[in-house]
């Protein structure tokens, strides 16, 4: 039996028969992984024998490269390559169509990086307003609370919806229009996070919906198994998963039954809160996957969600304003129906009405108004600035702190209370946020736990390799090949 052995080598360096990773800005690829393949340039196809060597040129270098990409809880952008000290980078051939979860994503670390001093102002302002992002989510949840003990949950989640729509707006005029079907649907599940969340708000305390909402952890890697082509999800594939599932499932288990009352004291809004973390774990699923191949669209798509967001609240405020859904949502059903109630509860009755000398409204005017154009639609546009100018993983550490943040406030305005069991349960969960942005290979050495194999088929099958194959056919003389084991590796 004849062996071939074959390795692919590019204009910029040492690359595997399989993968690929893009050229960075102005400087060649050096690296001697087993698992790079720069896209789209010169490849060269070495057949090894005992005789001579033979180069075959398999794909023409057409000038274009990959933009390298950061990713963070649902977000993808581009990233900075003269600040970011990571890269990541698509490692498909073919993406389309696939969410992030189907794709390998290649980090390598950025040589164009210069080493900048911590406490200068370049190095910090990002990682500042990343926190200051997280702190700032950290507050819809008690004013969340807030709002809903005055009004209406379906008016206040209306309103505020609305003005974030309507902030956002502009970026709609930006959005590629093939990518509109996904945004749509990724915009449904996101309006059932803010939906759910406000419900749950009803009754359960800000900080544990807030915790609750944490279970994104879980519910992103299964939709991504559920949903997802040829997602390997195993201990070995993605330690990290399995680690944080693990810590967040004790953590939700302590804070929701370690009281004393069991079983007893689930409710309805533990259920909604945990529906907030279907919703947005799968909105995660659809837009992280459209973000990571168009991450110029990060605003346009984020403007969808928010906009098909406003919709569905506004569905449900018609819907609650005339009575058809009984106590569903609060006990003040029918306020459209009341011309008292309809003038001060709809925008923009609410922030006209904030001005009577009511200090309630204008309590919930604010709130409102803080909400929508700041908390959501600010928001966002601060997390994406920010995004490109750290590595994924600082960036998944620092957003993971929204809980925490949602906690300290929600003692301070709201006087929640805390136990043990949401010490305990509550510290588990961020744990679990912070373990999730923990690197596979980090966690493989960390317990020794051995790197998965490539599949030989999966080989066979890429289009890169089964190209070379062709051609490698119509070019060598097999007479030429010296024979060599046949338990040997066929692949260098």
């Known amino acids: 039996m004849t062996i071939l052995q074959v390795q692919f080598q590019t204009i910029d360096g040492f690359v595997s028969q399989h993968h690929r990773v893009p050229r960075i800005k102005n400087n060649p690829v050096q690296h001697q992984s087993p698992t790079f393949i720069p896209p789209q340039t010169s490849v060269t196809l070495f057949v090894g024998t005992d005789i001579e060597q033979k180069k075959i040129l398999l794909i023409e270098d057409d000038e274009e490269e990959d933009e390298a990409i950061v990713c963070a809880r649902g977000v993808c952008v581009i990233a900075d390559e003269d600040v970011a000290d990571e890269l990541c980078f698509l490692d498909d051939f073919d993406a389309d ?32 307003l990343l926190l200051g992002c997280s702190l700032l989510y950290g507050t819809n949840f008690p004013l969340g609370s807030i709002m809903n003990d005055a009004l209406p949950a379906s008016a206040t989640t209306s309103g505020r919806m609305l003005l974030a729509a309507v902030a956002l707006s502009p970026f709609l005029l930006k959005l590629k229009p093939e990518l509109a ?6 915009g449904s599940f996101c309006s059932l996070g803010y939906l759910s969340q406000s419900v749950a708000l009803l009754d359960v305390p800000a900080a544990t919906v807030a915790f609750l909402g944490a279970l994104v952890v879980i519910v992103t890697p299964v939709v991504n198994v559920l949903l997802g082509k040829d997602v390997k999800m195993g201990w070995r594939d993605a330690p990290q998963t399995w680690a944080a599932a693990i810590l967040c499932l004790i953590g939700v288990g302590t804070l929701e039954l370690g009281g004393g009352e069991g079983l007893g004291a689930l409710g309805w809004g533990d259920m909604w809160a945990i ?31 928010v906009g098909m967001t406003a919709l569905f609240a506004g569905l449900w405020a018609s819907l609650d304003g005339f009575g058809l859904l ?17 003038a001060h509860y709809a925008i923009p009755g609410l922030f006209t009405s904030a001005f009577s000398g009511d200090d309630t409204l204008r309590t919930v005017a604010l709130a409102a108004g803080w909400t929508g154009l700041i908390t959501t639609a600010a928001n966002r546009v601060g997390e994406t600035t920010a995004l490109g100018k750290v590595s994924s993983s600082e960036a998944s550490v620092l957003l993971a702190t929204e809980p925490l943040w949602a906690a300290l406030f929600a003692s301070l305005w709201i006087g929640d209370e805390f136990g043990p069991q949401d010490i305990v ?36 099958m890429d289009p890169a390799f089964a190209a070379a194959a062709a051609l490698m056919a119509e070019t060598v003389d097999p007479s030429t090949l010296s024979s060599k084991d046949s338990d040997s590796d066929s692949f260098q």
């Open 97 to 128: 169509g696939k969410s992030l979860g189907d794709m390998d994503v290649t980090c390598i670390p950025n040589p164009e990086a210069a080493e900048r001093n911590m406490l200068s102002i370049g190095f910090l302002w990002p990682r500042a």
């Open 326 to 342: 009984g106590s569903f949502g609060g006990d003040n059903g029918a306020w459209l129906l009341e011309e008292g109630t309809r």
């Open 425 to 460: 349960g509550g510290g588990l969960i961020v744990t679990a946020c912070l373990l999730s942005s923990v690197k596979a290979e980090t966690l493989r050495d960390i317990f020794g736990i051995e790197e998965p194999e490539e599949e030989v088929e999966e080989v066979l």
């Open 275 to 305: 529906l907030q973390a279907i919703g947005f774990g799968t909105a995660f699923f659809f837009t992280e996957g459209m973000m990571a191949r168009n991450p110029g669209q990060a605003l346009p798509i984020t403007a969808v969600q």
């Open 181 to 186: 079907k996904n945004a749509m649907i990724g």
